[in-house]
């Protein structure tokens, strides 16, 4: 690693970021219903300045009797608790990441979503609608017994009515889904289907719930603790973080937007890839759409499950978690931790890099340039990620540890695609850990 000046280190760490375009998301939350949903807004929260948030819509009217315990009993009220909370941190989350928006900004994109008002579908139709090339990421929550019918279901159903199915089939490809199935119809048999769905929640695999897994296998990661590491001492938006769920974090919602966060080695458009949020396959239910979940299995530390596609990422998301609430409180950026600048040939954005070989060559890959905006040690790795490609041979890197590694591209009968990933990871408290991905294509 070359060294460099920490106060550059920070300038060239916060620069690269903030030049990269941002997805859209709208969140739609039955908040006051299972606590769940309130479990995850906290850590959304935290995130708020990875995306440009369009909107967060409640569209729970009454929180449920016995079940959720908050003692603001609207879904409206619980959200803008939250964001309002969000809001008291808000001074030192800028002195992390300047990309936080202003809570008073979130305030007023946060509205009801219920049966007898227009709000949420006014806020839907108003940001598919507006002239942003960027399509509009839309994460539902669930929409269970109690709560509203989906405001985008609502908004479709105006669009379709009013404009026709031109005008229809436009709105609708201006929309992308990583959610829940809330939209009846216009999910399966009103044409066209969107042009992507991603279902972070199903299906079942010997019985258990994939929304379900999130906690199973995060709740402890790395010495994890909700206690120590959110509720107490992380100020006003870790302390609403609730425990009363079946499952003690049960965040079943977490995963609509963890699989948009950016991190270097994801990319929303490619769900077969992997993300934070695990890796998805083709909905076998659905054949000839578009549409995704949670089918696939990762080979790690000895065997071949599902679990792995999220098991293999769970230290370093909690961590990074730990790192964002320490934000709440650290009213300097030098009392907190932050990700590393993971650089892969030169590029320092957070973009996937596309190579092309062919058989024979060598393909090299360097992390030259790679820095810590806090002035930490690095630990450089590089791994194959072979279910994410198409290539199934055997493939040897010259090196899993480091700042250079390389391979020769194989002997292959048609394109070929290899997925290698370099993870840098920091000593810092707690350890944080930045990606890359490169994709190789090799042609015959």
């Known amino acids: 690693m070359k060294p460099m000046n920490l106060f550059f280190s920070i300038l060239a760490a916060t620069a690269c970021v903030a030049q990269e375009p941002r997805l859209r998301l709208i969140i739609e939350t039955d908040a006051g219903g299972d606590p769940d949903d309130e479990q995850s807004m906290v850590r959304f929260l935290a995130y708020a300045n990875e995306f440009d948030i369009e909107g967060i819509i409640a569209n729970r009217a009454v929180a449920r009797e016995r079940e959720n315990r908050n003692p603001i009993r609207d879904g409206l009220g619980i959200v803008r608790a939250q964001v309002s909370a969000y809001g008291q941190c808000y001074p030192n989350l800028v002195k992390h990441d300047p990309r936080y928006p202003a809570p008073e900004q979130l ?5 009801a979503g219920y049966d007898d008002t227009d709000d949420g579908v006014q806020l839907i139709l108003r940001a598919v609608d507006a002239p942003d090339p960027r399509p509009v990421w839309f994460c539902n929550w669930g929409t269970d017994h109690g709560s509203a019918v989906s405001c985008l279901k609502r908004a479709l159903d105006r669009v379709l009515q009013e404009r026709g199915p031109e005008g229809y089939a436009a709105f609708k490809s201006r929309l992308r889904l990583s959610s829940a199935d809330a939209f009846r119809e216009h999910t399966y048999t009103q044409a066209p289907p969107f042009p992507l769905w991603v279902d972070t929640f199903r299906p079942p695999v010997d019985g258990k719930r994939w929304y379900h897994r999130f906690s199973a296998l995060t709740a402890t990661a790395g010495g994890f603790d909700i206690e120590r590491d959110v509720r107490t001492g992380h100020g006003p938006l870790g302390a609403l973080y609730p425990t009363n769920t079946g499952l003690r974090q049960k965040e079943g919602d977490t995963m609509t937007f963890l699989y948009l966060v950016p991190t270097g080695m994801n990319d929303p458009d490619q769900p077969t890839w992997g993300s934070w949020a695990g890796r998805y396959g083709a909905n076998d239910e659905q054949p000839g759409r578009p549409y995704y979940w949670a089918n696939q299995a990762d080979a790690w530390q000895g065997t071949t499950h599902r679990d792995n596609t999220l098991a293999r ?89 480091g700042e250079t590694t390389s391979f020769t591209a194989p002997v292959v009968q048609k394109p070929e695609t290899i997925h290698i990933v370099l993870q840098v990871e920091d000593n810092g408290q707690p350890p944080l850990c930045a990606y890359r991905r490169a994709v190789v294509t090799v042609a015959p």
């Open 313 to 401: 990422w769970a230290l370093a998301l909690q961590n990074d978690f730990r790192a964002r609430l320490d934000w709440c409180v650290a009213d300097d950026y030098r009392k907190a931790n932050h990700r590393p600048l993971a650089v892969l040939n030169g590029d320092r954005t957070r973009r996937i890099l596309t190579l092309a070989a062919k058989p024979g060559e060598t393909v090299t890959l360097t992390a030259d340039g790679s820095s810590d905006p806090d002035g930490d040690g690095l630990v450089l790795t590089w791994f194959l990620y072979p279910e994410a490609g198409s290539f199934q041979g055997d493939i040897q890197l010259t090196g899993g540890h």
């Open 107 to 111: 305030l007023a994109r946060t509205v």
